[in-house]
């Protein structure tokens, strides 16, 4: 419980980080799955299912019931998309400081697989599967990388100034280490992003 307050700034213990990126996930997938049900075509038959199952009466829970029903795919979606790209992203950079590959190649891979099994599961075809990988891993891809560099930029929002939560204990010299080791990480992570970077 003391390290609680660091929860949200955890990105080295794999479990606590798993789970807060699906947690996330299954956040965004509850928002925009809901916008998708309340604009989507829907057959009359599951509706009037469902509006049975909710209820006509108010102040009864209606609101909690049309969620109960509606928003665990949802969720479950977004919870899987966000887990598994950072699941997959591990498997290919998990020797990150030994591979050479810039690191859009295998974010475009990564959101390549996750579109070809999400077409083949939404259509239960070979020709979806095919189209998730062309929408999803191509064109997705290649511009969510373009977004995502935007926030890994020193001091823009992914990569802004770090909180430290030093010990009583703590000497100038070991802070002055942190540091560095930040300003190594900030070089690296450039160089494994931009091949060429610091020699042209």
Known sequence: MKNLYT????????????????VYGAFTGF???QFWFFIAPINGFAASKLFAAIGEKAWTGRLYRMLKHTAPRHMATGAALFLGYDLIMEGWR??????????IVDHVATMSVLGTIG????TNTIRGAFQ???WFGLNVGFLSYWVFMFGMKPGACQAGPVNFYYDADVSKEEKERLEMQDQLDIISYNMMKEPGYGLV
């Open 31 to 33: 928002i925009l799955g």
């Open 119 to 122: 077409g083949f599961m939404a």
């Open 132 to 134: 998730g990988f062309l």
């Open 94 to 103: 998990y020797h990150d400081h030994t591979t050479t590959r810039p690191m």
């Open 7 to 22: 929860l949200i700034d955890e990105t080295h213990h794999h479990p606590t980080k798993w789970f807060k990126k699906a």
